[in-house]
């Protein structure tokens, strides 16, 4: 059971991942609004991963991970370097499965994001707050630890479990003529283009992504890897770059990849919080935010839109923050 | 069809009620979260009725009203004064229906709710922020226009249709041992208790009521009417006293009536935003704050909750507000 971490999933391997996960994840709803369906001019089917465990979609890659982890691996535990939704979801995981999660986050991460890994169990190493010494650091407690690295989006076990979100849509809402997902590493957007080859083929996948953090947006168009630099997005789940496995994926599989502003982030989150009564981060309203920026794809479609998670600090809201001040 | 004024609604009446407005309102779903039920030690069934249309419960009592309007009054509209959820609900069912809903509202009132109304097509007409210039303004509009009055709570349509919501939870969920409602006019709590005694007789009903607006918890444990006296109460759906028809139903019918401190609503209402990922307005949070300041007779029990609204400004956050300034 499980695959191999260098072979692209195939449709069987995303079916045993999703019966791998079924006992642990939260099968999300997926919800609908008649006022921004009017707003839209096009009919939305919001699949409600905010509701997911750890409060994000990450979850269900994580949990695939840590689920498919042999017996040998066991007892080393697993680890990564994040700060976000995949830290804590990976921390929830190895709870669930009786197992150490060790998270490297730098010292300079918000007080509330150190607190959702602690609840969730995980085990906290510090490290100082650039790339370089994340990663140094990471390479030091896999070391020590002898655990499995779990990588936010550049592992296949991830983009499987991350396929898991599409493929329940297409079991609720037969062939939307469109699948709208936001893009930052590229988990989440592999793993819905592999479900929409898999499971409705006909239905088309876009991604959308912050001007301010548009590395997947410059690759697509100019056909070749471009790293995500100094990004300055409220987005904050979306301010990663592609990784090699997600690129080719992304590249092969996406119709078309679009930006969007800051302030149409802003608008769509406050949006859906106002209109759905569902609160959700900025990076779950950039799909929303897509359509209002540019309509003409989404017209009239039928459009799935992932809605990626829900983990905001409630005393921080970008609708009461002086402008420019992204966090 | 419907039924006269003057009779307690039986069980056909509100079956009849749940049927004429099945096709206008949502059939709203029933969350859970291991992480509430943890901190109650209870298991708690969430039904969301600020997922309903128009933000609130109130909607299916006020379309009962006006999807059962006979065609002599159709076209003379509907009246209410009111600067809450129910003069939304009204407007819109009015708009629904194709008639007009006469909305009379203190001039005083929050401009977001002035403009929700307005966006639902109610047509506002001003007096003094004074119960007399209210009662006396909507006397003028009713003898101008002809327009029949549809009281928020004291009028058994009304309690017909908030029925509705405790009817559907016994359809999804068998027999819980506790409906925890939140109270204020009574509306929600009277059509809770006839639901009830019509579909889950075994099941107790239990209301709760902020500290600061105790007229029911006063009126029960002194076996007489009390009414509401300045209440200041964050809860801004649950100021209003008892009335005539809600009283009877309440005193015959409830278990208990406890009380919560306004802190305990904040707290409780952060809570459901925080981990459920929902938007809850304060009086919806009062039955969860009602568990953690009561906790005796709700532990280990199945208890189904009805968060009664979701309409919040967005802007003005009770976590984020001075104390003390209730508004």
Same mark, same amino acid.
């Given at each position: 059971?499980?695959?191999s971490q260098d072979t692209l999933p195939d449709?069987? @391997? ?37 509701? @997911? ?19 040998? @691996? ?77 990588h936010?989006y550049n592992d296949y076990?991830i983009i499987a479990?991350q396929a ?19 893009v930052?590493g590229g988990g989440l957007l592999s793993g819905s283009i592999l479900s929409t080859k ?7 996948v876009?991604a ?7 590395d997947a947006y410059q690759s697509f168009r100019q056909g070749r890897f471009i790293p995500?630099?100094?990004? @300055? ?7 990663t770059s592609l990784g090699s496995k997600t690129y080719p994926i992304i590249m092969e599989g996406v119709k078309?990849i ?70």
């Amino acid at each position: 059971m499980g695959f191999s971490q260098d072979t692209l999933p195939d449709k069987q @391997q995303i079916k045993e991942a999703r019966k791998l996960i079924r006992p642990y994840i939260h099968r999300t709803p997926v919800m609908t609004c008649s006022t921004l369906d009017g707003m839209t001019g096009s009919r939305l089917f919001f699949k409600c991963e905010n509701f @997911q465990k750890g409060g994000a979609f990450k979850f269900r890659g994580a949990s695939n991970a840590v689920m498919g982890l042999s017996d040998s @691996q066991l007892f080393r535990g697993v680890a990564t370097h994040s700060s976000g939704n995949h830290a804590q979801a990976l921390s929830l995981a190895a709870r669930m499965r009786g197992i150490t999660a060790h998270i490297v986050m730098p010292e300079s991460a918000p007080k509330i994001k150190v607190s959702a890994v602690n609840n969730y169990g995980g085990k906290i190493r510090f490290c100082a707050p650039t790339l370089s010494d994340r990663e140094a650091t990471l390479e030091k407690v896999v070391k020590e630890t002898g655990a499995m690295e779990v990588h936010p989006y550049n592992d296949y076990r991830i983009i499987a479990g991350q396929a898991s979100a599409a493929a329940e849509i297409y079991e609720d809402i037969a062939e939307p003529d469109i699948l709208l997902v936001p893009v930052g590493g590229g988990g989440l957007l592999s793993g819905s283009i592999l479900s929409t080859k898999y499971f409705s083929p006909k239905t088309l996948v876009y991604a959308a992504e912050p001007e301010k953090a548009d590395d997947a947006y410059q690759s697509f168009r100019q056909g070749r890897f471009i790293p995500s630099e100094k990004p @300055q997005t409220i987005a904050d789940g979306l301010r990663t770059s592609l990784g090699s496995k997600t690129y080719p994926i992304i590249m092969e599989g996406v119709k078309d990849i679009l930006t969007v502003s800051e302030e149409s982030i802003i608008c769509a989150m406050h949006l859906i919080w106002e209109r759905m009564k569902i609160i959700v981060e900025p990076s779950a309203a950039v799909p929303l935010a897509c359509i209002f920026d540019n309509p003409g794809p989404f017209r009239n479609k039928r459009v799935a839109i992932i809605l990626s998670g829900g983990n905001v600090d409630l005393a921080r809201l970008p609708w009461l923050e002086e402008p420019g001040s992204i966090h």
